[in-house]
Structures are given as structure tokens and as C-alpha cells.
């Protein structure tokens, strides 16, 4: 598929804990209604069989409202269901492998927290970077804390498109505005809130702000 930096403004990452009743398709359904424009499906518990299951349902749901859908660190699962791309973290399948497994035409994401790391993904074949936690999360409580001047950074030694991660809200969003990235990266935000549509579209007019400020 073709992919434009454009497509990263709000980047929803799946996360079935906070979906009580919800179903994750629902869910995702109604982050795509609400103006997500990037969905990355990330399960780490489930069994292959049920992962492929909801990848299928999912990609349907994407292709039906044309957002990019990449898996989370699961080639395998990328590659059975044909899915537009995939992300890697810093301790998953090295990038240029990966690059190797899903070929030239799908979408690669890397996970950065240094501008080292950051040139290396690119170098690598990586074409966006999630770049986080800019602020302290609860869906990763290990996760490494990037500060804004890092993120800046970071946009700044790279040119492919770079979207925060970790912790952002409609709250604190407007803080990343200059930092030179292209959009956010959020999980609880869209998917623990009570009316997933409206949460969305609140986020995404904010993120359009803060790219443009």
C-alpha cells in the first residue's frame, strides 16, 4: 500500500485490556469512524490461531475505511494475512531482517529511544519511527523514558516520518508541538475511553494543532 507520513497523524495501537465487553474489532471499528488513520494490532498474549483470526478482521476493517494496518512485532502473522506492514521494538527481529522477510513493497516500523538508534532503522529499511515514551505510561511500565529534546533530536537526525509514543493524552499532546513529528502514537487514550468515536476525533484534531504548531 501506499504510504504517506500523512497517515501517521493519530496511530491507534490495539490493546484488548481496556476493552471490557467491547470486542477489539468493535473497538477498532469505532477508532476508525472517530478518524484514526493508522491501526497497528499488538497482542501479545494470544494464540496463533485466534491472532490470525482477528489480523483477517481486522485488515478487512482497515481496507474498508483505507488505513494503513501493520502487526506488532509478529512477522509471521504479517505475512499470512498479507497485512500493509509490520513494527518491530528494539528487542524484537532485527530491522534489516525483517525488511528481508516482508520485502520492498510493505510498510516497516521501528521502535527508537536514541538517535543511534534511530539512523541504525533507518539505515536498515525502516520507513516511520515510534519514538517514546515521551511521557510516563501505564501499558509499559518498563518502558524507557525519551525526553522532548531526545525527540527532537532524534526527527532531526532521520528523514524518514517519526510519531511520539507513551503516555499522550488530550492533555498533554499540545507539549509536543515543535518537536518534528509528524503524529501520535496512542493506546489507553482511544481505547480505554467510554465513547471510542468521540475520543478519537478529539485527539485527532488536537494532534493536527500540534503537528502544525
Known sequence: MKFDKKDLLLYAVTDRSWLGSDTIESAVEKALKGGATFVQLREKELETEKFLEEAKEIKKLCKKYHVPFVINDNVDIAIAVDADGVHVGQ?????????????????????????????????RGADYLGVGAVFPTSSKTDADYVSYDTLKEICEAVSIPVVAIGGISKDNIIQLSGSGICGIAVISAIFAQPDIIKATAELKELAEKMVKA
Do not use: P, Y
Request: charge should be neutral.
Open 91 to 123: 528487542k524484537d527481529m532485527e530491522a534489516g531482517n525483517v525488511r528481508e522477510l516482508i520485502g520492498k513493497g510493505k510498510i516497516l516500523g521501528v521502535s527508537a529511544q536514541t538517535v543511534e538508534q534511530a539512523i541504525l532503522a533507518e539505515k
